[in-house]
C-alpha cells in the first residue's frame, strides 16, 4: 500500500521561508518522479514542482520559478520543497505526488498514480 506524508506546512508571514517534507512507503521511491501540486481556497488544483526519479530534471510552475526548490533524498525516500519568499498567494494546501511518468506533473495532475493528504501553508500578508 503506497503512502505519501507531508509534513512541514503551517503560517508564515509574508517573505518568509517554509520545507515541506513528503516521506514515501509502499512503492520503490528511486524507480518514481515526485512532486508537488497546490490547491488554493476555490480554485483548481495546480502544478508546483517535479523531480525526475535522479533528481538530474526538475521543472517549476512559472509562479513558483526562482523561489521554490525540489529536492529528494533516494537513501530516505523523501521528496523536499523549499519555499522561499512566500507570497499570500502561495497560500493552499499542498499535496505530494508519484508519478513513474515525469511528464504527468502538469496541469492538475490528472494523470497522477499517487497522492498524499496535503499540508495547508498560509502566509499572511
Known amino acids: 500500500q503506497v503512502q505519501l506524508v507531508e509534513s512541514g506546512g503551517g503560517l508564515v508571514q509574508a517573505g518568509g521561508s517554509l520545507r515541506l517534507s513528503c516521506a514515501a512507503s509502499?512503492?520503490?521511491?528511486?524507480?518514481?518522479?515526485m512532486g508537488w501540486f497546490r490547491q488554493a481556497p476555490g480554485k483548481e488544483r495546480e502544478f508546483v514542482a517535479a523531480s525526475s526519479w535522479s533528481g538530474s530534471m526538475t521543472s517549476y510552475a512559472d509562479s513558483v520559478k526562482g523561489r521554490f526548490t525540489i529536492s529528494r533524498d533516494n537513501a530516505k525516500n523523501t521528496v523536499y520543497l523549499q519555499m522561499n519568499s512566500l507570497k499570500p498567494e502561495d497560500t493552499a494546501v499542498y499535496y505530494c505526488?508519484?508519478?513513474?511518468?515525469?511528464?504527468?506533473?502538469?496541469?492538475?495532475?490528472?494523470?497522477?498514480?499517487?497522492w498524499g493528504k496535503g499540508t495547508l501553508v498560509t502566509v499572511s500578508s
Open positions: 505526488a508519484a508519478d513513474r511518468t515525469y511528464n504527468d506533473y502538469s496541469g492538475s495532475g490528472v494523470g497522477i498514480n499517487y
Open positions: 509502499g512503492l520503490t521511491f528511486s524507480t518514481y518522479a
